[in-house]
């Protein structure tokens, strides 16, 4: 039986994005959007639970991610869940779970508003279209919605 892994998360950055080069300048950024949650106690009292998620985005996502994200940025991410071990600066051994981006867009909303302000699109799209489903790999010409050619016969 095939298996599947597959994560879809709306949030807010919470800092800008850090990019960083590596292995002979492939482009990598890093990021946390946090998700928010509400539920009544038992109480009957309104809380809120916010979750951090870790996210990381590779090569032309990365590029374009340190260009659009910003602190406070509520985005529409799409990736693979990992996770992986490291050894930190003491020596000890760490584990971490990231989501390795596969799409990317921002929604047009800013943390703490009720409206988009970075374009005009209609409610409920994407405002800046940031990757493509090929495995973290994008060729699109614009970071925006892919052009539509005009010299089709229909």
Sequence with gaps: MASVNKVILVGNLG?????????ENV????FRIATTESYKDKSGEWKDATEWHNIVAWRNLAE????????GTQIYVEGKL??????DKDGNKRYITEIVAEQLFTTGKREGTDSG?????PAGSYDKYVGTPNNGASNASSPTNVPI???LPF
């Design 149 to 151: 050619d005009d010299d």
């Design 64 to 71: 374009r991610v340190e260009k659009y994200f910003k602190k």
């Design 27 to 30: 482009p990598v950024a890093t």
């Design 82 to 87: 990992r996770n992986r071990s490291y050894d």
């Design 117 to 121: 302000g970075m374009s005009n699109t």
């Design 15 to 23: 800092a800008d994005p850090e990019v960083k080069y590596v292995m």
